[in-house]
């Protein structure tokens, strides 16, 4: 079965660190680029991150620019977001989602307490 598992979501306090990661199972990941997205209660849902597949390009939503990292790892089937100085407006579901076939992680849970 083809899909992406988050994982690495977490409490933690405004201004610590966590690490999240998608894992593709079924597919090769690093035939497409790859998007990390949260939705916050009563939000809607918005872009984070993103990376190409091909150049490794990468892209920031401003709100977590100098803040986040995202990064691939092909040989792990593995993107993942390191995530810095957190703030509380960080809190929400993250998501990871592969737009060329459309497939999106369940999410998890990312919380920053004040």
Known sequence: ??????????????????????????????????????????EEREGVSCIGSLDGSTYYADSVKGRFTISRDNAKNTVSLQMNNLKPEDTAVYYCHAPGPDFWGQGTQVTVSS
């Open 1 to 42: 079965e083809e899909q992406l598992v988050e994982s690495g979501g977490g409490l933690v306090e405004a201004g610590g660190s966590l690490r999240l990661s998608c894992v593709a199972s079924g597919f090769t990941l690093d035939d497409y680029g790859i998007g990390w997205f949260r939705q916050a209660p009563g």
